[in-house]
C-alpha cells in the first residue's frame, strides 16, 4: 500500500521555489501598478504651467507678477508683445496657454490648445476665470488648436503610443520565450532584431491608418505617424530583447516595470504634464511612452513642432537597446565557449 505523500512535501511540489519567486514578482509588480498609478494620477494639480500675458508693459508686469504669486506656483507666467507672438509660441509648444487682456473694457480672453490636452485646457480655464472674476472681469476662452472632435478627451494619441509599445514588448518576449531555454548567440539576436525591425514597421503602419483614414480619430500626416509608430515598436522591442540578454526571462518583467508602471501614468495621456506630480512629471519624457505620445500630439496637432527631442528620446533607446542586446549575446557566447577550449588540450 502506497504511504500517502506527506503535505508540506506536497506543498514544495505544487510551488516550487522558482514558482514562489515568480509569484512574488508578479505580486510585487501589481502594487507597484497601484502605487504608480494612484499616486500620479489620484491628485492632478497645475505646477508652473507656461502662459503668457498679452496686455501693455505696465499692465503686463503686474499681472506677471500677481501670477507667478500665486500659492503653489501654479503657473510660470511672461509677458508676449501681442496675442500673434501668444498664438505663435502655443503652435511651437513653448507655451500652453496665453491671457489677452484688455485694458479698455472688462472682458479679457484666454487662448488654450486643447489638442495639446483637454485636461490641462479645462484647467486654465477654470484658473483663469476664477481669478478674473476676483478682479471683477469676465473671460472669453478661444482654443486656437482644438482636440480633432473625434479625439474623446485628446487621449487617441496616448492610446496609440500604448499600444505600439505593447505590441514592442510582447513581440519581443514571444521571440526569446518560444526559443525555450537556448540562450542568445550574436547570430540570433541579429535575426530577432531584423524580426523586430518588419515587425515594427507593419505595427508602425497599421497603427497610423487605424486612427487616420479609418477611424478619422486623429489628424496629422500619415507617414509621419508612421515613422514614429516603427520606431516606438522597434525601440520598446529592442529594449526588451536587450533586457533578456542580461538577466533572462526576468527582463520581461523589467520591460513592464518600466513601459508600462512607469511610462504610462507618466507619459502625458490622462493628464498633460503640467498636471503630474514631480516624480512623474521629471521621467515620462525619458520613457518611450511619455516621448511617443508628446511626439503624436505634435505631428498630430502642432505640426510637428517641439518633437525633435522626444524622437532623440525614442532612437536612444532604440540604439541602446540593439548595442547592449548584441554586446550581451557576444559576452554570453564567450564565457559558454571558454570551459570548452579550456577542456581541448
Not at 507597484?32 to 499616486?39: A, D, H, R, W
Not at 507666467?77 to 509648444?93: E, M
Request: with cysteine.
Amino acid at each position: 500500500m502506497t504511504q500517502p505523500t506527506p503535505f508540506l512535501a506536497e506543498v514544495k511540489e505544487a510551488v516550487t521555489p522558482r514558482a514562489t519567486l515568480l509569484v512574488a514578482g508578479v505580486l510585487a509588480l501589481s502594487l507597484l501598478f497601484i502605487t504608480s498609478y494612484v499616486g500620479a494620477l489620484h491628485d492632478p494639480k497645475p505646477k508652473d504651467v507656461p502662459v503668457g500675458v498679452v496686455a501693455p508693459p505696465a499692465v503686463a508686469a503686474q499681472a506677471v507678477d500677481r501670477l507667478a504669486g500665486l500659492p503653489d506656483s501654479p503657473l510660470d507666467p511672461r509677458a508676449l508683445p501681442d496675442a500673434k507672438t501668444a498664438r505663435a509660441q502655443i503652435l511651437n509648444r513653448d507655451i500652453d496657454g496665453a491671457l489677452v487682456i484688455d485694458p479698455a473694457g472688462t472682458r479679457d480672453t484666454l487662448l488654450v490648445a486643447s489638442g495639446g490636452g483637454k485636461v490641462l485646457a479645462l484647467t486654465l480655464q477654470t484658473l483663469f476665470a476664477d481669478l478674473e472674476r476676483t478682479q471683477h472681469r469676465t473671460l472669453r476662452t478661444v482654443d486656437v488648436i482644438p482636440a480633432d472632435p473625434q479625439d474623446a478627451n485628446g487621449l487617441t494619441s496616448f492610446y496609440l503610443v500604448v499600444g505600439w509599445c505593447v505590441g514592442g514588448y510582447l513581440c519581443a518576449s514571444i521571440m526569446t520565450i518560444s526559443s525555450g531555454a537556448r540562450r542568445p548567440t550574436p547570430r540570433r539576436t541579429l535575426i530577432r532584431l531584423l524580426a523586430m525591425a518588419v515587425a515594427a514597421a507593419v505595427a508602425g503602419l497599421g497603427g497610423a491608418l487605424i486612427v487616420g483614414p479609418i477611424l478619422g480619430a486623429l489628424p496629422g500626416s500619415l507617414p509621419a505617424l508612421w515613422g514614429l509608430g516603427a520606431l516606438t515598436v522597434f525601440a520598446v522591442g529592442a529594449a526588451t530583447l536587450a533586457f533578456q540578454s542580461l538577466i533572462g526571462l526576468a527582463g520581461i518583467g523589467l520591460a513592464i516595470l518600466i513601459v508600462v508602471i512607469l511610462g504610462n501614468p507618466s507619459a502625458g495621456g490622462a493628464l498633460p504634464p503640467p498636471l503630474l506630480p514631480p516624480f512623474w512629471k521629471d521621467i515620462g519624457p525619458a520613457l518611450p511612452p511619455g516621448a511617443g505620445t508628446w511626439a503624436a500630439r505634435s505631428i498630430a496637432y502642432f505640426r510637428g513642432n517641439d518633437s525633435a527631442g522626444s524622437l532623440l528620446v525614442m532612437s536612444a533607446w532604440a540604439v541602446g537597446g540593439v548595442a547592449v542586446a548584441l554586446l550581451a549575446a557576444t559576452l554570453r557566447g564567450r564565457d559558454r565557449d571558454r570551459p570548452e577550449s579550456a577542456a581541448t588540450p
